[in-house]
């Protein structure tokens, strides 16, 4: 196990509070002191040295890089690899009750396009949760020319998982130039939408889906537990609709049935996005995503052909295996 330790670009903490956290790192992880004894020498309490320890992971403070050639389930990725013609699986524990699994799934994708983006690479990106953790694990890379693109639009209303954000914070890991859909995600109205698509600069971002060596996408579920509901994307309307229409689910703005096949409804008509053939000239896609609720999304984005690369977690690998 490889522990980095990556300075916040962006954080609000004070300099001397920033070296108690490096610190504290420093003793725990490098140093394998416990906590009581870190306490002690620098005359604090145990509970805020267990606090530190906590954020700074969280944060992307402390980054834990683990060799992906060690498999959690080597079983699991090698049936899922053959049974759906995969390039490449990965498969990361099934989270204690309680912790979000699109932390963990998120960390392995980070750290995957890290490592197989290729030099002065163009990488696009959808929005979600997974998406945000994998920002924060992205291994810092040396300004090379690498592009990032965000193959989606934004949201009026700033949620906690904003694609904007998502977007620059991968930017600034790979010291990245970085290229916004300056659209909304969905446009009001299917003419408004056709109209946004043809304008610059909106189209020459959604041109480069086209020529994307690495895209890294986030599955996004219609169930009761979706994030898309929690954070205002879609109302409940909207998802019963979707529904009914036989939508299990969309990647990247494109709602698909249980086999993969396209949705067509008024909502979707309205997403602004790169058409699906484009996506599919990508050189590698990599579709991150956990938790049995997105097990049905998840399997049609395999079927749709917009998955080379599978990351996901224990329980939702089973189900894929068992389908």
């Not at 890379?141 to 989606?152: N, S």
């Not at 304008?199 to 986030?218: F, I, T």
């Not at 709602?255 to 699906?276: C, E, F, M, S």
Request: proline share 4%; with cysteine.
């Amino acid at each position: 196990m490889i522990i980095r330790e990556k300075i916040l670009q962006e954080s609000q903490i004070t300099q001397n509070e920033n070296a108690l956290i490096a610190r504290i790192c420093w003793h725990y992880f490098r140093e394998g002191q416990t906590q009581d004894v870190i306490a002690r020498h620098l005359n604090i309490t145990r509970k805020k040295v267990n606090r530190i320890l906590g954020e700074a992971r969280t944060s992307g403070f402390v980054q834990i890089i683990l060799p992906q050639a060690v498999a959690v389930r080597n079983d699991l990725e090698n049936t899922l690899s053959a049974k759906y013609n995969l390039s490449r699986v990965i498969v990361v524990p099934a989270p204690i009750a309680g912790d979000d699994v699109r932390e963990m799934v998120g960390a392995a994708a980070g750290q995957y396009v890290s490592e197989n983006l290729p030099p002065s690479g163009m990488l696009g990106i959808s929005w979600g949760g997974t998406i945000h953790s994998a920002a924060r694990h992205f291994l810092p890379r040396a300004a090379g020319g690498d592009r990032v693109v965000l193959l989606c639009g934004g949201l009026a209303e700033s949620t906690s998982i904003n694609p904007y954000d998502n977007a620059a914070s991968v930017a600034r890991a790979l010291e990245a130039k970085c290229f916004y859909i300056t659209a909304p995600m969905f446009a009001p109205s299917q003419a408004l939408r056709d109209a946004l698509v043809a304008s610059e600069p909106v189209k020459s971002v959604l041109a480069m889906a086209g020529q994307l060596d690495m895209a890294l996408l986030s599955a996004v579920d219609l169930s009761e537990q979706s994030k898309a509901l929690e954070y205002g994307v879609i109302d409940r309307a909207s998802r019963l609709s979707l529904i009914a229409a036989g939508a299990v689910g969309d990647i990247c703005g494109h709602y698909l049935d249980a086999q993969g096949k396209t949705v067509i409804h008024p909502l979707a008509q309205r997403v602004i996005n790169p058409a699906i053939a484009d996506l599919k000239k990508t050189g590698q896609l990599v579709l991150a995503a956990g938790g049995s609720h997105k097990y049905a999304i998840i399997l049609a984005a395999i079927r749709a052909g917009l998955c080379h690369v599978l990351i996901c977690d224990e329980n939702v690998a089973q189900a894929l295996a068992a389908a």
